[in-house]
């Protein structure tokens, strides 16, 4: 596991692998706006105390006039848009309900992308979650049953999506690119998630919120379109690569030992210590992450009274730092093994531990600090997500 690969090395940033990083990166942005766009929407979506009232004509002339009568449109598209009485605990289930989807698809869409291809496993993901975001404000008003069902089978969507990425990148990234490919890709989440927490409540403040649904959920469409059109399942079948890029890749691949496939050993898997070890750090991971994205707009509207539009640019503040710290920490990661400076094993629990344990205790600071003030969520945003998205790039076999 810790054998170091030779450093000879390909084209960099203006070749095909890297356009990859770029397009999964936009793939892992669009999925995560989707998903996090009803912990945004919901504020209004439960609450009918936050429209405001029609503006009044204007004297000062046609244009004003045409100015004033726009807006008035607006803002009364915005007020027509349905309010719904769940409860905190219908809301819990709601929200919780994708994560149910994306357990269920893990582990067998995993195995399917070995044997299908991950090109077709993650597009169809990409698009089925798409699609069904654009249903969901139709779906809230045919009730919550059905939005609990769309929410189940989109979160299905999205594991095959995310489990499809690392069968990419075991074909296509070269040993010590991983870590800044996968980063780079990766950062999506993070940079998803302030964008779509930053701008959710101004588009549900301008527009109405099911326009969260509908813009996000078109931009997931668009991205299938690329998806489908430019990736290919490894390097050695795109019609576009150049013969170096290949040879790189290829050669480089080769160079690492490999084992014939065989069947998953489920006791040897149940008996090993550092295999739990990794699930229970990947868990609490995935556990802190969950909350903060999922539950933070409420906070921060319900407990500490602050609209909409204020409520989701503070929610986005750890994520701008996460998008940036992800790119840095995959560089810097790549950076210590070709460099020799430490060992692939000592990378790895270096990070871990770091994401880990800053963001752990820089949570607990959130919760002891916020009710006092809202201006101090923000202030830790840096170091809550120092270590995002390294650990599991890091711990997946990479």
Request: hydrophobic share 45%; aromatic share 10%; proline share 4%.
């Amino acid at each position: 596991m810790d054998e170091k690969p030779t450093t000879r090395k390909g084209p960099d940033f203006c070749s095909l692998r890297y356009g990859l990083a770029l397009i999964m990166h936009f793939s892992n942005f669009t999925m995560i706006t989707q998903r996090v766009s009803l912990s945004i929407a919901i504020i209004a979506m439960v609450n009918g105390t936050q429209q405001h009232g029609l503006s009044n004509a204007s004297t000062e002339g046609p244009l004003a006039d045409t100015l004033n009568n726009l807006s008035r449109s607006i803002k009364e598209f915005n007020t027509r848009a349905s309010v719904y009485q769940w409860s905190p605990e219908i809301q819990g289930i709601i929200f919780s309900s994708i994560n149910y989807g994306i357990i269920l698809t893990l582990i067998p869409s995993g195995y399917l992308a070995g044997i299908f291809g991950a090109k077709h496993m993650l597009g169809a993901g990409l698009l089925i979650s798409s699609l069904l975001t654009l249903f969901t404000p139709l779906a809230a008003d045919f009730g919550v049953i059905l939005v609990i069902v769309i929410r189940t089978i989109q979160g299905m969507a999205q594991g095959m999506a995310w489990t499809g990425q690392f069968t990419i990148w075991a074909k296509w990234a070269p040993p010590l690119e991983r870590s800044k490919l996968t980063t780079i890709a990766g950062s999506g989440v993070a940079f998803g998630s302030f964008i779509i927490l930053c701008v959710g409540g101004l588009i549900s403040q301008a527009l109405g919120w099911p326009f969260i649904f509908y813009i996000f959920g078109s931009t997931g469409c668009v991205c299938c379109l690329l998806w489908f059109t430019v990736i290919y399942d490894d390097p050695t079948h795109h019609p576009c690569i150049s013969v170096r890029e290949k040879e790189h890749i290829v050669s480089s691949l080769a160079q690492q030992s490999s084992s014939p496939r065989r069947s998953v050993p489920i006791k040897a898997m149940v008996r090993c210590l550092p295999l739990w070890a990794i699930f229970t750090g990947f868990f609490s991971h995935f556990w802190l992450c969950t909350i903060i994205i999922t539950y933070l707009p409420t906070y921060i509207s319900t407990v500490l009274h602050v609209n909409i539009r204020d409520s989701g640019v503070l929610s986005s503040m750890p994520f701008i730092a996460a998008s940036s710290c992800t790119i840095l920490g995959g560089q810097l990661a790549d950076f210590l093994l070709s460099r020799n400076l430490l060992r692939l094993i000592t990378v790895r629990k270096l990070f871990s531990s770091l994401d880990m344990q800053v963001s752990s205790w820089e949570f607990q600071g959130d919760l002891d600090f916020s009710q006092e003030s809202s201006l101090l969520l923000p202030l830790d945003s840096l170091s809550v997500r120092l270590g995002q998205f390294i650990e599991h790039l890091q711990v997946a076999g990479f």
